[in-house]
């Protein structure tokens, strides 16, 4: 048996199989976790979910922000469904859509196996929690994301606030949860996170820094793997590991072997053609949310 982490498929399904055919995947056997955005510009987002659908018996998933995005968009009228790009549309307006999108409604927020000494979550954590304080903060959004208020959850999600504090409450504190799991690339040391930046280390403006990297941050007792950072490639430092390779962009997808006794990494090419960037459209500050 092997237990395998996969970087963001975003919707490269081609890709996806490559990889598990390298891999040698054996669903009687292996295990695989997936690190978020499963969906989005890469034109086959419906067949990659449908595909990670038939394995959610031999497989872990946690929501990452174009998941999210996914499911608040499935929640629009039809009219506002065939406005969106054309990749979601075939999600959302395919004969099967309730039975995918109920189904990614119920995967994690961040997953722990202390047994195998992982966890994993889509982008980061905040510079003070643990891994402890993490899973508990994944599952009060998780309770909400499941249970029968999960469509004020998908409306009010949106936004760039507030800052994470412990004594939030209601929708400012699933919104920080939300931001920080799905969204994190840097921080300051008190938390709080700049969306805008993007780039590799190095290239962030002072006083802002990987959030594997915040001075004075917890002390984790775990190892983390997490994806969403593509411009920061294939990274493993800090106990963290980082497999978003923008498969997406052209670049490639990663896998990660877990359980093996030295680091053991697979990647396939990706994207034949690299997406075109998407347009910079600013936003009103009450509808940004989760995005690249």
Not at 41 to 48: I, N, P, V
Not at 54 to 80: C, K, M, P, Y
Not at 128 to 136: L, V
Request: aromatic share 6%; glycine share 10%; hydrophobic share 35%.
């Amino acid at each position: 048996m092997s237990i395998w982490a996969i970087g963001d498929l975003q919707g490269c399904y081609d890709a996806t199989q490559r990889l598990l055919e390298k891999i040698a995947f054996d669903p009687a056997d292996d295990r695989l976790w997936f690190c978020g955005d499963l969906v989005n510009r890469g034109g086959q987002s419906l067949e990659t979910l449908r595909l990670v659908h038939s394995l959610r018996e031999q497989s872990v998933v946690v929501l990452g922000n174009h998941d999210l995005s996914l499911l608040a968009i499935g929640q629009r009228s039809e009219e506002e469904q065939r406005k969106v790009n054309p990749d979601l549309q075939r999600v959302v307006l395919a004969e099967d859509r309730d039975t995918l999108l109920d189904w990614l409604r119920m995967q994690k927020l961040c997953h722990v196996d202390r047994k195998l000494g992982w966890m994993m979550v889509h982008a980061g954590l905040a510079p003070k929690w643990t891994p402890a304080m993490a899973e508990r903060h994944a599952r009060e959004v998780e309770q909400k994301l499941q249970g029968d208020q999960f469509r004020r959850l998908l409306k009010n999600m949106y936004g760039d606030g507030p800052v994470w504090n412990p004594r939030l409450t209601g929708t400012d504190r699933l919104r920080a949860i939300i931001n920080i799991m799905t969204r994190l690339r840097y921080c300051t040391p008190r938390g709080r996170i700049s969306f805008e930046e993007k780039g590799t280390p190095g290239t962030q403006p002072a006083g802002l820094y990987p959030w594997f990297e915040v001075p004075g941050r917890a002390e984790r007792d775990l190892k983390i793997v997490c994806g969403h950072w593509s411009t920061l490639g294939l990274f493993m430092g800090y106990g963290v590991h980082a497999l978003d390779t923008g498969a997406v962009w052209g670049g490639k997808l990663t896998a990660m072997q877990l359980d093996g006794e030295d680091v053991r990494i697979v990647q396939v090419p990706g994207r034949d053609e690299p997406a075109p960037p998407p347009r910079q459209r600013q936003k009103p500050r009450n509808e940004r949310g989760p995005r690249r």
